[in-house]
């Protein structure tokens, strides 16, 4: 049977940082309740296009896999934050590589768009329709965030990451998924005035807003992503005890908490970096991974965890089984462009104009 081993990894992470102390200088916010609700302490504000964050992390994930963007035959985004619609943002960034023989898809599952991608280019690989190829997840969330309201302002930042994958013979990769959605509850999770449904011939078509119920998603997503790891484990015969990692998605430190002891997983078990983050959405799990690599963290052979719940309500598991790889084949020196900017001065006609829209709409 053909399996997709994960051949290249990489991240990127803009260098403008927005702190929690930053956040309470323009709302009714504080270090001591986003730290002790959510475990964030920073998060970071992206000064380009998503794409260029894409670009980056893609370039490593290339040169850790040691190939040329013309030999990807397909390249698949996870992203609810893309450049543009039109063209899709998948086929921005393959024109940006030089990926000339790659078919280039978007998939909006929202947090688990990577985990979502990783599981059909495994399958597509399996099935011997494709070869080679690039699995990106991120997100420009500051972008369509609404300022004035901290229930969910504090939450999201921006990152992306992305994998390479490859056919082999050799039993590795991502051997089983369970993906699912919870679409009774899709309204949980809620960004509106974004989309066809939404009139365009009033103002708030400029406003996109959130709509969130917190705590219903927190207790959905710990019960979905439970459930989701316990089926995986059971389907490759496996016990909590045999994972070496859990790389989730990092939503909130007290839902990995949560996770944990619902399945019995010691701490160090976890792979967190919310803290440095917050939630970047379909980017925790692959900047978690190439994280996770840099600091050792994953051994040759090495069963891996993931689990991921997002927007739609959509939630997933998967089990990885990592090759003998666990550093790069060459190292790429791409970055972003220079940043001149606080995170604030990024953000400041933004927080300004959705402070003065809820004024006038309180
Ligand atoms: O990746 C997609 C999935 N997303 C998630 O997994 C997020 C899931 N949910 C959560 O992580 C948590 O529910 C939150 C972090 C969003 C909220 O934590 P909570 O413990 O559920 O707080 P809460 O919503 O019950 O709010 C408690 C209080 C409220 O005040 P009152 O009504 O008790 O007076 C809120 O108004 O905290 C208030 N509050 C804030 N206070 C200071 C809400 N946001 C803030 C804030 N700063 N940023």
Redesign the pocket.
């Known amino acids: 049977m053909k399996h997709a081993e994960i051949t290249g990894w990489g991240k990127c992470v803009p260098p403008a940082i927005l702190s929690n102390k930053d956040l309470a200088t323009f709302m ?3 270090d001591e ?2 730290t002790s ?2 475990g964030i302490e920073e998060r970071r504000i992206c000064h380009c296009n998503f794409s260029d964050m894409a670009l980056v992390a893609s370039r490593h994930a290339l040169a850790a896999a040691g190939l040329e963007p013309g030999e990807l035959d397909l390249i698949l985004l996870g992203c609810l934050t893309p450049d543009s619609h039109c063209p899709n943002t998948a086929s921005i960034i393959a024109d940006a590589l030089g990926a000339r023989n790659a078919a280039a898809i978007d998939i909006n599952s ?2 688990t768009g990577f985990l979502y991608g990783l599981h059909i280019g495994t399958n597509l690989i399996r099935t011997g329709a494709h070869k080679k190829v690039l699995v990106i997840g991120g997100e420009f969330i500051s972008h369509y965030m609404n300022w004035a309201k ?2 969910v302002a ?2 999201f930042g921006d990152a992306c990451g992305a994998v390479v994958i490859e056919a082999t013979n050799e039993e590795t990769g991502l051997l089983t998924a369970s993906i699912g959605c919870e679409s009774d509850a899709k309204y949980a ?1 809620q960004i509106t005035n974004l989309g066809s449904s939404y009139s365009r011939m009033t103002d708030d078509f400029l406003y996109v807003d959130w709509n ?1 119920e ?2 219903e ?2 207790k959905r ?1 710990v019960k979905a992503m439970a459930q989701a790891c316990e089926n995986v484990l059971e389907k490759q015969n496996l016990s909590v005890s045999d994972i070496k990692l859990v790389v989730p ?1 990092q ?2 430190k ?2 990995l908490d949560a996770l944990a002891k619902r399945i019995g997983l010691d701490e160090n078990q976890v792979f967190v970096n919310v803290h440095k983050y917050g ?1 970047t ?1 379909a980017g925790t799990i692959p900047v978690a991974l190439t994280e996770a690599l840099e600091e050792s963290k994953i051994h040759p052979g090495d069963y891996l965890l993931m689990a991921s ?3 739609g309500l959509t939630w997933g598991a998967g089990i990885i089984k990592w090759s003998d790889r666990i550093t790069p084949l060459k190292k790429s020196d791409a970055d972003l462009p220079p940043c001149n900017e606080t995170a604030l001065e990024i953000l400041e006609n933004h927080i300004n104009r959705y402070r003065a829209r809820s004024k006038l709409t309180a």
């Open positions: 009714d916010t504080s309740w986003i609700r959510t929202a947090c901290r229930d504090v939450l999770i969130f917190g705590q998603v927190f997503a998605h939503a909130n007290r839902i939630n959405s719940f997002g927007a």
